[in-house]
């Protein structure tokens, strides 16, 4: 039996991407239907060798859908997910909105792949924050192993995390340099040509960014309450790709060799560690593929059972779209949508 699928913001890079990765992956779609704001109404996007015609979400009908991929924003998703899953349609988001509801499952596969069968409460998913995902995936089978006791983590995040705004500043104001135009910063709180801003989202009562608390909150969400996180987060004037330097101290012993040895074998890894010049990932490499890349693996001296990491993925893709449909297909594989009347 095949699918009905909407992609919710579809004009936008997320969605785009998500109509991408659906048909890349041979998603089980009999329908995909792409759906944005008014004002991208009959807008042509691309799925497969297929054009669709954009269609106008308040216009549409849920009742004959079995799943909505929704990257629409924080405000959208309050405002139309509860309504799209009381029409029996489960609504899999990429905002920040049901992230910390109890009754929603927040879910990275490749981590907690059994907390989906909580979906039906509100019949709504929530897909994590961009630099969670690729972190829990790498944390993931080392915690398994030898129990992390903290983490602490900086983030490299690319322009694309803010939208295609943020990525037509960046190339505006690295066009200005060179050509000498005065520049100005909309999207961004500074200039983010040739600059790195240590700020994303807003400031917290305890002087931390939002962002920052997202990556604490959502790693226990899905991982362990016990871990503690602390987090600083950094715009950098990269395109695609979020990168991370994680520092990890665990409970029980364990070396280089073995977490190398472990993420190897972890789902959605892939450790590229050669110690020598280049033997590494950075985030140009990571640009379209699926894969929560691993390098510079080493122990911390400084610490009893302790290793730093670098951490590296596509975060349009790992990060949102590409998770979103492994979550999608998850419901699938487990038989855990009903079958309609109309099927």
């Not at 924080?74 to 910390?100: H, L, M, T």
Request: hydrophobic content about 40%; aromatic content about 6%.
């Amino acid at each position: 039996m095949g699918y009905k699928v909407a992609v919710i913001g579809a004009t936008g890079n997320v969605g785009r991407e998500m109509l991408n990765i659906l048909h890349e992956r041979g998603f089980p779609a009999d329908e995909v239907v792409a759906l944005a704001s008014r004002r991208s109404q009959g807008r042509d996007v691309t799925y497969g060798d297929t054009t669709l015609k954009v269609r106008a979400l308040d216009l549409y009908d849920f009742s004959d859908t079995d799943i909505a991929l929704m990257s629409a924003g924080g405000s959208i998703a309050k405002e139309w997910a509860p309504r799209i899953a009381a029409q029996g349609c489960v609504v899999i988001d990429n905002s920040s909105a049901f992230r910390y509801d109890q009754d929603v499952p927040l879910i990275v596969p490749e981590v907690n792949a059994d907390a989906i069968s909580g979906f039906s409460k509100r019949n709504i998913i929530a897909n994590p924050n961009c630099s969670t995902a690729q972190l829990v995936v790498a944390l993931k089978p080392l915690h398994d192993h030898a129990t992390i006791r903290r983490v602490v983590v900086s983030t490299y995040q690319s322009v694309s995390g803010a939208g295609k705004e943020g990525m037509d500043e960046l190339f505006e104001q690295s066009r200005a340099v060179f050509v000498a135009d005065p520049i100005t910063a909309k999207k961004f709180t500074k200039r983010i040509a040739f600059n790195v801003i240590p700020h994303i989202d807003v400031f917290m009562e305890d002087g931390s960014t939002k962002e920052e608390w997202k990556v604490m909150a959502e790693t226990k969400k899905m991982l362990d309450p016990k871990i503690k996180v602390t987090c600083t987060a950094v715009r950098v004037p990269v395109f695609i790709g979020h990168s991370e330097a994680v520092n990890i101290e665990f409970e029980k012993p364990i070396t280089a060799d073995e977490a190398r040895a472990i993420l190897r074998e972890a789902p959605g890894c892939l450790v590229i560690d050669k110690q020598e010049d280049g033997g590494y990932v950075t985030p140009l490499d990571s640009a379209g593929e699926d894969a929560t890349y691993i390098s510079r693996i080493r122990e911390d001296q400084t610490l009893d059972n302790g290793l730093n990491l670098w951490v590296v993925a596509d975060n349009l893709r790992k990060g949102a779209a590409l998770n979103a449909v492994q979550i999608a297909e998850l419901l699938v594989n487990r038989k855990l949508l009903t079958e309609r009347q109309a099927a």
